[in-house]
C-alpha cells in the first residue's frame, strides 16, 4: 500500500526543538518532490516547506525560515523534518506529503506538535 | 503571496442538492489551481488538479472549473460523505498557498 507516516510530535517548551519524521512505503521517496503542511487548531493550511527529488533544492515559508530544515534519508525512504526555537504559534498538526507537480496527492495522518509551558 | 479567498465560509445544503464553491485569487495562476477534501480528524484529499482535472478515484460529481482568477469546485450532487470542509490551493508560484476553506454543512 502506498503510504505516509509522521512521527516525533509531541509537547516541547517555548525555544525547544523537534524533529518530525515521515515514512514512505509503497513508492521511493527519491522519485518525488516532497513537502510539509501544517494545520493550526481549528484553522486552515499552511505550506511549511519542499524538498527536491534530489534534495539540492529545499524551499520554507517565510515563518519558520532559518528555525526549521527539511531533510531527506533516501537509503531510509524517510522525510524530516527539523524544528528548532519553536514558538507557540507553531503549534499544529503536521502533515508530510508526496507531490505531484504543484499538487499534494498523498498525505499522511499527520503528528500533532504543541509548544507551550 | 498569492492569496485565495474562497466562499461562502460556510455552505449548508440537504443531500441530493448541488454545491458550488468559489475560489478567488489575487492574482492569475493560469490553470494550477487544485482543490482538496478534509473530514474531521482526517488529512486532506486532492479532489481537482490543474482546475479542471479528477485525481484518481474522485467520484464525477465532483467538477472543477475556471482559469486565471476565478475557480469553482461543484458537487452535482451531495451524498452524505461530501458534508466536509474544502480547500482550494494555487500551484506554480512561490509560495504555495491555500485558501482559507468553505464548509459545507447538512442543512
Known amino acids: 500500500e502506498v503510504q505516509v507516516l509522521e512521527s516525533g510530535g509531541g509537547l516541547v517548551q517555548p525555544g525547544g526543538s523537534l524533529r518530525l519524521s515521515c515514512a514512505a512505503s509503497?513508492?521511493?521517496?527519491?522519485?518525488?518532490?516532497m513537502r510539509w503542511v501544517r494545520q493550526a487548531p481549528g484553522k486552515g493550511l499552511e505550506w511549511v516547506s519542499s524538498?527536491?527529488?534530489?534534495?539540492?533544492?529545499?524551499y520554507y515559508a517565510d515563518s519558520v525560515k532559518g528555525r526549521f530544515t527539511i531533510s531527506r534519508d533516501n537509503s531510509k525512504n524517510t522525510l524530516y523534518l527539523q524544528m528548532n526555537s519553536l514558538r507557540a504559534e507553531d503549534t499544529a498538526v503536521y502533515y508530510c506529503a508526496k507531490c505531484t507537480n504543484f499538487y499534494f496527492d498523498l498525505w499522511g495522518r499527520g503528528t500533532l506538535v504543541t509548544v507551550s509551558s | 503571496e498569492i492569496v485565495l479567498t474562497q466562499s461562502p465560509a460556510t455552505l449548508s445544503l440537504s443531500p441530493g442538492e448541488r454545491a458550488t464553491l468559489s475560489c478567488r485569487a489575487s492574482?492569475?495562476?493560469?490553470?494550477?489551481l487544485g482543490w482538496y477534501q478534509q473530514k474531521p480528524g482526517q488529512a486532506p484529499r486532492l479532489l481537482i488538479f490543474d482546475a479542471s482535472n479528477r485525481a484518481t478515484g474522485i467520484p464525477a460529481r465532483f467538477s472543477g472549473s475556471g482559469s486565471g482568477t476565478d475557480f469553482t469546485l461543484t458537487i452535482s450532487s451531495l451524498e452524505p460523505e461530501d458534508f466536509a470542509v474544502y480547500y482550494c490551493q494555487h500551484g506554480g508560484i512561490w509560495p504555495l498557498t491555500f485558501g482559507g476553506g468553505t464548509k459545507v454543512e447538512i442543512k
Open positions: 492574482q492569475s495562476v493560469s490553470s494550477y
Open positions: 509503497g513508492f521511493t521517496l527519491n522519485n518525488y518532490v
Open positions: 524538498i527536491s527529488y534530489s534534495a539540492g533544492s529545499t
